[in-house]
């Protein structure tokens, strides 16, 4: 029995029973992370993680402490005490943070096991987890190494995808963690905007930032919030709303009321994607639910990734401003501070990051920025005014979370027209708004998962999740992982 | 042609927080380089901004004293420029809500009063301190983040002398509500300023030239005066004046060119992402505003009507906050204040010029002066043993009753004994009832010298002149 | 809105404080070519200028403000650990001057 292939929940339980415990676990998965060929991490911790889980393996398992003895992987954009950071940009190459952040603080008193770093698109600023300064991070399910795993948080996808761990924690600006769990068949869950602290998560921008996390169960992203989501001193816009509690489940979707976008739903042009949905949302129905197919202005659509661009590149070349090789990260020296500075950004950034910067800083320039960035503003105003009007209305927005299967390496810049860019970017609704968003599978087509996404309103995660586990029953897809599926399947 | 001299002034003060503005590094103007530094002020990755209550409080007083309204939400902004002091590659400022807005002081010139204008007041943060050496810098991050004020006028100064006053004022404004140590010298207030000229009953402005690096308000005027004179001279000949900064040279007293002003930076401001709008509880503001501590203005009308002092000695204990606080703590123990503003004018400020330290520094509890003051006053000691006692008293700081006792300044109270001296003297000159009698003063000032010389100065003065009345009208 | 040729977008590089190859800035030329098709469709949606620039997902304002209690600072030794020329306790650069 491998216990590492199970939900958290399920590890757990062990874990009370006694058939395993933090060594074992921690020993089978920092093997798993060494054998690994996706290019999922930055950093192996081998000896701290086995110290820690010798130490937790001679204490008494507490009960209902779900991430006790429990491996984790934490993208790199996570500071860690101690532990490089870089961010997968070479700009922060060897710098070594003097202090945790919040969630890894949390996760750590709570018995978890850090047991790597995982791999991103530099400074979480891309899509497709292929540009990291360590390259290309592939796709688990596609052992031919021809498929992305989506991005910005491919690493820890990767991880939890091929079961090395249940639980990474990834960062979320666009869809970095719930358009990757589409592509890698996993859940990904974003919580509402400041009920997890975002201090210590390296900043990419911070007004659409989300700590998010990769599980493998409903359940498991539930008990992750409940441990996660505290207020916290550290970040001046986490919320101090009392947190419900996140365990107290019903999975049922008795009257709710669902909304599935016409304007999104219409441009998926993958037959499968478009029937498992559809069998979804027939079982739900099935269960009690209303489900409603409604319209919404298609321009306020086709504005979700425009805005998206203009307002994070704005806020990145802002939030990087620091890297210039003087406080921390490599210094290349010069005549001039200013030219230690120009030097150290020339070959600390890549070209990618560097056009986005300036793409950023053309939004911001004085004579722009009333027609690029607030209009951009003004357009997230409109789309979040729009959602906020359906949420009035209805519980919750279901719709597929992208347009098709894990893309390949090599042509996943083809296929753009207004249509794709609509399905392939409206999960950046949920970044817009601070709303809560769940990615979980709800298919597979020739051997490759896809997902579909579920948004509440903000604060309203126990609905969410209640509603994400009737999807999940529905779907049979609890736990999807590829050793488990390959296995099955005898590959 | 006559021109007219416009003057702006921005000023940045540095306040005297126990923390910085967005971090909780301390701050004791330490001078151990980096060592006040959290890993904010370094711009760590994953820091992120808290706004320090004290801070926001400071900002309410001096918004109130330079009577502006106060906006009760707070926003912050980025202003994004690279600069080597600049850890974070921008500042956090508040460009679009300032604090507070509209708002003037009122300054004397010839004895009228003249109102002065100002724009804005905002909080923003210092940057690192950059130590220069003959080929490198090194940077200190411990001013970094440290809270600042930044106090904007309007072009609505005229002379040298307004700008010297206006900064005087602020000066005053934030040392008294204890924002500021206010110093100049030491960077805790810093004064850019823009002259520009224009004739007489012109309505547009000129070019304008920014004044940095002032480090007094004495060079504040000078630099002004300076200035003016130049551009004149230049638009006499017939030549433009440039937009450029330039620097007071104190040594040829005159501005020297920094730099030309090439196109304005573009900071690319948009609102701070990481700081939630604040909102201020109307009680939040009263509380401020009501434990502000006492302005100078308040605190002159005080010391003439509480403490009756006359305007000259009133003004002259209220040119530094501390002494008047000094002052107002001595009060406590004494009825008699006039005498101990005198005392402390005359006597503790001349002690405190001799050795060159501050009232800060004056290790003498306040109310050991008043105890003091009180012996003088009631003649139980003469003025050289209030001398010898206050000497020993800078020293020892212990009660002037103890020290009385010590070296022994005990006036002759007692009446017989001073009667005996004064009958003595009279017998040895026989002739000065009668010089009395016959209008010659003198002779009771006689007396008083001889009765002294015998006991060496130590006859209280009050008792024996009663005394030496009496028996001269004998 | 500003002109974009290949000077500006340099010139705007070069002002955060970095350089491309030549062929990047050709790549981003491309680019902005693209972007100002996406730029249009902000421009598309109805009554977009008549709402306010929006930084924070819903209503977010608070009444909390910290207390001016400071914290244990890092030692010398750790706020100058990841910095790379260090000299009498302090970070070096070359003559900053103006």
């Known amino acids: 029995m491998n216990y590492l292939d199970l939900t958290i929940k399920e590890i757990h339980e062990a874990l009370l029973e006694g058939k395993t415990n933090p060594v074992e676990l921690t020993k089978e998965a920092l093997k798993r992370a060494k054998e690994n060929e996706d290019n999922a991490f930055e950093m192996i911790i081998e000896e701290d993680a086995l110290k820690k889980a010798e130490e937790l393996s001679k204490l008494p398992v507490p009960k209902d402490n779900y991430l006790f003895g429990i491996p984790y992987i934490a993208k790199d954009n996570f500071s860690t005490k101690g532990y490089e950071t870089t961010a997968s940009s070479n700009i922060l190459n060897g710098y070594v943070p003097l202090f945790d952040a919040t969630v890894i603080k949390l996760l750590n008193e709570a018995g978890a096991i850090l047991i790597a770093k995982s791999t991103l698109d530099e400074l979480a600023m891309g899509g497709t987890g292929t540009s990291g300064h360590k390259g290309i991070t592939y796709n688990p399910w596609d052992k031919s190494h021809t498929r992305l795993v989506g991005g910005s948080s491919c690493g820890s996808a990767a991880a939890v995808s091929d079961a090395i761990v249940p639980f990474a924690l990834g960062s979320d600006t666009g869809d970095s963690v719930r358009k990757p769990a589409s592509y890698a068949g996993l859940v990904g869950f974003k919580p509402t905007w400041g009920l997890v602290s975002r201090f210590g998560l390296f900043p990419f921008a911070p007004s659409l930032d989300h700590v998010a996390y990769f599980t493998r169960s409903v359940f498991d992203s539930a008990l992750a919030t409940e441990l996660l989501s505290k207020h916290d001193d550290n970040d001046s816009t986490s919320s101090y709303k009392e947190r419900p509690n996140y365990l107290d489940l019903n999975s049922s979707v008795e009257g709710k009321k669902i909304a599935v976008i016409n304007g999104i739903y219409k ?43 203009v307002i994070s590149c704005a806020e990145a070349t802002s939030n990087d401003a620091n890297l210039d090789g003087i406080k921390f990260g490599p210094n290349y020296g010069g005549k001039t501070y200013s030219e230690v500075m120009f030097n150290a950004r020339t070959k600390g950034f890549s070209a990618l990051i560097k056009r986005r910067f300036v793409i950023g800083s053309y939004a911001l320039m004085r004579e722009n920025q009333e027609e690029v960035f607030l209009r951009a503003q003004r357009a997230r105003h409109l789309i979040v005014n729009t959602f906020n009007k359906i949420f009035e209305t209805y519980d919750a927005v279901y719709c597929p979370a992208a347009p098709n299967i894990a893309p390949l390496i090599n042509k996943s810049s083809e296929n753009i027209n207004e249509d794709f860019m609509i399905a392939d970017n409206w999960l950046a609704i949920g970044n817009f708004g601070g709303y809560p968003s769940i990615t979980l599978p709800i298919g597979l087509e020739n051997d490759m998962p896809f997902g579909a996404n579920l948004m509440c309103k903000p604060f309203d995660e126990v609905n969410l999740f209640n509603i994400a586990l009737k999807i999940e029953e529905g779907t049979g897809l609890k736990n999807l992982n590829y050793p488990a599926y390959a296995k099955k399947e005898g590959k | 042609m006559n021109f007219e001299t416009i003057v702006g002034i921005e000023i940045h003060v540095e306040m005297k927080t126990k923390s910085k503005m967005f971090s909780l590094a301390p701050i004791s103007f330490g001078l151990t380089p980096n060592t006040e530094v959290v890993p904010m002020d370094m711009a760590f990755p994953g820091t992120m901004p808290r706004v320090n209550k004290e801070a926001v409080r400071n900002a309410i007083r001096v918004s109130n004293a330079l009577h502006m309204s106060i906006d009760q939400e707070i926003w912050f902004d980025r202003k994004n420029y690279f600069y080597s002091d600049l850890p974070k590659g921008y500042q956090i400022t508040q460009q679009a809500r300032p604090i507070g807005s509209e708002g003037y002081l009122v300054i004397n010139i010839d004895g009228k009063e003249k109102k002065i204008g100002i724009e804005r007041l905002h909080m923003e943060e210092d940057t690192c301190m950059q130590h220069h050496f003959s080929d490198y810098t090194l940077l200190d991050y411990n001013r970094a983040g440290i809270p600042l004020i930044e ?203 001799k050795n060159t330290i501050s009232i800060k520094e004056f290790n003498v509890e306040p109310k050991f002066i008043s105890e003091l003051v009180e012996l003088l006053q009631s003649k139980k000691i003469n003025s050289s043993q209030g001398k010898q006692i206050f000497e020993k008293l800078v020293k020892e700081n212990k009660s002037p009753l103890i020290i009385q006792k010590e070296v022994g300044a005990v006036l002759i109270n007692d009446e017989s004994e001073i009667h005996k001296l004064v009958l003595e003297v009279l017998e040895a000159n026989p002739t000065l009832r009668d010089d009395f009698k016959a209008g010659k003063t003198r002779a009771q000032g006689f007396v008083m010298g001889q009765i002294m010389k015998k006991r060496g100065g130590k006859v209280n003065p009050g008792i024996a002149n009663k005394i030496i009345l009496e028996e001269l009208k004998k | 809105m500003k002109e974009v040729n290949k000077e500006v977008l340099k010139d705007a590089a070069n002002r955060l404080l970095f350089d491309m190859k030549d062929e990047e800035y050709d790549t981003l030329l491309n680019e902005f070519g693209a972007i100002q098709h996406q730029l249009n469709l902000i421009g598309n949606i109805k009554g977009v200028d008549e709402v306010s620039p929006m930084t924070f997902p819903f209503d977010v304002t608070i009444t909390y403000l910290r207390e001016d209690e400071p914290e244990t600072p890092l030692s010398q030794k750790d706020v100058l650990k990841n910095a790379h020329d260090v000299k009498d306790g302090q970070i070096k650069l070359p003559k900053v001057v103006g």
């Open chain 1, 267 to 309: 441009t998926i042009q993958d037959k499968k994607v478009i029937e498992d949905f559809d069998k979804n949302i027939e079982f739900l129905k099935k269960n009690g639910a209303k489900v409603d197919f409604i319209d919404v202005d298609t321009d306020l659509l086709k504005a979700i990734y425009p805005s998206y661009i």
């Open chain 2, 151 to 353: 106090i904007v006028s309007k072009p609505e100064i005229r002379s040298g002398e307004e700008a010297r006053k206006y900064v005087e004022k602020i000066r005053e404004i934030v040392t008294f509500s204890n924002v500021s140590d206010g110093k100049m010298e030491e960077g805790s207030l810093r004064c850019d300023v823009n002259v520009s000229i224009r004739p007489y009953g012109s309505d547009k402005f000129g070019t304008k030239v920014e004044i940095k690096n002032l480090n007094s308000i004495a060079n504040v005027e000078k630099a002004i005066d300076f200035e003016a004179k130049r551009q004149s001279e230049l638009l006499l000949l017939g030549k433009e004046v440039e937009q450029e900064t330039r620097r007071f040279d104190e040594a040829k007293k005159e501005t020297v060119l920094m730099r030309k002003k090439t196109d304005a930076v573009d900071y690319k401001y948009f609102t701070e992402p990481n700081i939630p709008p604040i909102r201020l509880s109307d009680e939040f503001v009263k509380d401020a505003i009501d434990t502000c501590p006492e302005l100078y203005d308040q605190k002159l009308e005080r010391f003439l009507n509480v403490y009756g002092l006359n305007e000259v000695d009133a003004k002259i204990i209220l040119t530094s906050v501390d002494m008047a606080d000094y002052y107002d703590e001595a009060a406590k123990f004494t009825k008699l204040y006039q005498p101990l503003a005198n005392f402390i004018i005359s006597d503790v400020n001349g002690y405190l010029n």
